[in-house]
């Protein structure tokens, strides 16, 4: 055909740089032995530097790939998304808010580190190899429609058989295990199709659009009262933080723009936030949880605590002793349950529980047979913990500090500096409950500064200031604009 | 079910809600009588205004009802995407260099505008009624993904079979025809199903992610060179100024931002714009073509006039005379065809050859019998021409034009002013080329001001100066910053 004899593009001499990928490949391949029968595919590499692979591109994942020092380390993110999710705005941008870039990173800014976008299979310890499925399907006979929301679960739990494998081999000198969990349904039939988590910002995108379709919906001239409260019946399972960070920003939603455009519709919504436990936000004080409580009811946010969900279909959902009530959305944010990844290792001590993986104080995976660290790997983030250390949450705080001390570590190599055990800086906690107001539990600090419980406008002051200044300079721009200008105009409403 | 027995949220008496609702919804269906056993709904009526439905949200329709004196007149737009699509940013969305809402105006956002979200399949000009079809199904039964991009010109012309039908009526005082075109294929088969239209804001973010996905499997370790020089190599078909801007913006991407993160992949990209006529962009002054032409190869965009496309499919089109070729993305833009509803339209006059409806100099159809104008019914933009004036080119200027004409006199109503007959006032055309160079041509301006051609980087800044002060001043910040900060960071290259 005649466009191979077309002299290269954008003038870098294409032979060249061929020649350059094939020997960089090759010279992996020959160095690492395998025999998966795959050839072993490492996206750079340089003699001197240790190879460094991160599985994952969440708050641990990214914040290592970050921090690690690239004169010391060779350093590639295995990633099916390629980005940073900043999971605390998700729920601002699914009520538009904010926008959705606002709360990404793509990896590929980052300097000196390689992205692989793909899936991590298994890990082959002895080998030093990790076998990798590509996430980044031929356009050409892929549907041309934007991602899927929830394909970071259901293309693993639900649907595996609709990824074409492409499977290739990584090696590694040291690996960060940092994948994270998926989103529980505990078995519940119909959560995966008919509910949406808040986890990625697809999700986020996902649950927007489907926020104004259903008062699009609820507008059409043919559409009962009935079926418009069914609509407009917005649905949270799930009392953590999450799951009233949305009931907060979704109520802000509705009772400023959605009031201002649909006036007449408004009045048959309805937000109602359901709990298996006796309680919402179980992790706080006591005084905190009840001033969120009267926060929540004086904002017509309706709290159902002793739920139990039994089934999921389109537009309704079964609730234990209490039967089938409809929704136009339900946001489903239960907890977590183990990645398949973390599954399917075998040799290194887990959490039977939580089946996380069991790290000593410096981070270092445990091996099952003989209790000792396994040699250069590492696990930080929500699929680990500290074996026989004080049981620390599942949040970003943990991740991001996990990571931080991790990198550090790592890049003590050839100094004489001891590595450092990992000790948790407690920061506190803060939740967004709506109508500019929230709280923040600082009881449980161990660092300088203030102590105590903040609640009210005071808190959600601190609550937007944290997340701005742990922002990149880009996304604290766009933040600062799209919070302002969203004061003044209303939020973005066009659905697309 | 007990959610209904709840007493309604947000303060607002849900059945004195219910009561306006449907009073409102059966006054105007004793008030117009109609014969389709279709109740007629019109969103909101007032006794003393004249109802005016809008069909169409574009360059007319949204200029026409943005101008209409709501005093007079009860405007309901009628779009099955509810917002107005800022035509000449679509090309700079589509690559990053602005986020996709700083090209979008929600209908929602016009004050005392209401919004159908519906397609408008026939007119019925004896009961002054039009039977619309719902755009919006129902959430909990469709699938959660985002609207497929394409989805305004496939859902009529593809599939139809997967829209359900939801069919009403309203009926008008005033009726105002602009729904555009449809993107011509001119039957070549596979483009509906394997090339990318840049017409709608759905279309952009397909694109943009398209892009992104050639590049990051590109850079999978298992791609062959052949395979990426196919995956790189980027097909336009259509020279006017929708395909060259495209071609321009995907230059500034490549050189800039794709180089900087993909450098051993750019060298591989080609950029190749095809039309069937002997040159590009026919409209231009001569001297202005030259240098468009001087332009683009400097810039290695490789330009194939007297190219006709026999057939495409995943990932390769078949050229006359040529062969197959393969593509990445090929992004088709080969003029307009009528739309189906115009088609639909048996009683108006019409050109025989692009099927537009014929209007006097007040923008007022024309019966097809008598060559009249018709009663209460007016057409502007794409789906319309002139009957014996000068031909006009369908582009956004003569529409806006055209509403802002209808505007005036619509709003003369009850006055002493007379109508004025729609004259073109010719501000000139611009395109840009890449590199912060454009051209402009006022060799056939009829208004004051500068006359002639502008080329290079003037021409630019003017170029981006006039699309900057035709936006609201919402989106106006909006460029701003990210045209700022795109300038400073490079531009967002998450692929979500």
Redesign the interface.
């Known amino acids: 055909?005649?466009?191979?004899q077309?002299s290269?593009?954008?003038?870098?001499?294409?032979s060249q740089?061929?020649l350059?990928?094939s020997v960089s490949?090759t010279k992996v391949a020959t160095a690492v032995p395998v025999d998966h029968g795959m050839?072993v595919?490492?996206?750079k590499t340089s003699t001197k530097r240790e190879r460094v692979v991160v599985l994952g591109s969440g708050w641990g994942g990214f914040t290592v790939a970050k921090n690690l020092d690239p004169k010391l380390y060779d350093v590639t993110v295995v990633s099916p998304?390629?980005?940073f999710t900043f999971t605390p705005l998700l729920a601002s941008t699914s009520v538009g808010t904010l926008?959705?870039?606002t709360a990404?990173?793509?990896v590929?800014?980052l300097k000196n580190v390689n992205l692989?976008?793909?899936r991590a299979e298994s890990i082959d310890f002895k080998t030093q190899t990790v076998t990798l499925n590509?996430a980044?399907?031929?356009?050409?006979?892929s549907s041309?429609?934007?991602?899927?929301?929830r394909a970071h679960n259901k293309a693993m739990t639900i649907a595996p058989e609709k990824h074409q494998d492409?499977r290739?081999v990584v090696g590694y000198d040291k690996l960060v295990i940092s994948v994270g969990a998926f989103s529980a349904t505990f078995g519940t039939p119909g959560v995966y199709e008919?509910a949406?988590f808040l986890k990625?910002?697809?999700d986020a995108?996902?649950i927007r659009?489907?926020i104004l379709?259903?008062f699009?919906?609820a507008?059409?001239?043919?559409i009962k009262?009935?079926e418009i409260?069914a609509?407009l019946?917005f649905r949270i399972v799930g009392g953590g933080p999450t799951g009233i960070e949305f009931a907060a920003e979704l109520h802000d939603l509705?009772?400023s723009d959605m009031?201002r455009?649909y006036p007449?519709l408004?009045?048959?919504?309805?937000?109602?936030l359901y709990d298996v436990a006796p309680g919402i936000l179980l992790s706080f004080e006591e005084s905190l949880r009840e001033y969120a409580m009267r926060r929540f009811s004086r904002d017509?946010v309706?709290v159902r605590p002793n739920s139990r969900v039994l089934e999921v279909g389109?537009?309704?959902m079964e609730i234990e002793g209490?039967?089938?009530?409809?929704?136009?959305?339900l946001v489903w944010s239960t907890g977590l349950e183990p990645n398949p990844l973390i599954k399917s290792i075998s040799q290194a001590d887990k959490d039977p529980r939580s089946q996380s993986l069991f790290t000593d104080n410096f981070l270092r995976v445990l091996d099952k047979e003989t209790g000792e660290p396994m040699k250069n790997v590492y696990a930080i983030g929500d699929n680990s913990m500290i074996k026989d250390g004080p049981k620390l949450p599942a949040t970003a705080q943990v991740a991001n500090q996990k990571a931080l001390n991790l990198a550090a570590n790592l890049n003590n190599a050839g100094t004489e500096k001891p590595d450092t055990e990992f000790i948790l800086r407690n920061k506190g906690s803060m939740v967004y409950l709506g109508s500019w107001r929230a709280i923040i539990d600082r009881t449980a600090t161990n660092v300088s500064g203030p102590k105590g419980e903040v609640t009210g406008l005071s808190a959600w002051f601190l609550w937007r200031s944290a997340y701005w200044s742990m922002s990149s300079w880009?996304n604290r721009?766009?933040m600062s604009?799209y919070w302002g200008?969203n004061l003044i105009?209303g939020r973005?409403?066009?659905?697309?």
């Open positions: 055909m005649s466009f191979l077309r290269t593009r954008f003038g870098i001499n294409s740089l061929a350059a990928r490949v050839k595919c490492n996206p998304t390629g980005y926008e959705f870039r990404l990173e793509p590929r800014r692989s976008m793909a590509s980044v399907p031929s356009p050409a006979t041309s429609h934007s991602l899927p929301p492409e290739f008919h949406h990625d910002i697809r995108r996902a659009k489907r379709d259903c699009e919906r507008s059409q001239p043919f009262e009935a409260r609509l019946a509705i009772t009031k455009i007449d408004v009045g048959f919504s309805t937000i109602s017509n309706i389109p537009g309704w209490e039967g089938k009530v409809p929704f136009g959305l880009r721009l766009l604009v200008m105009t973005d409403i066009s659905r697309f």
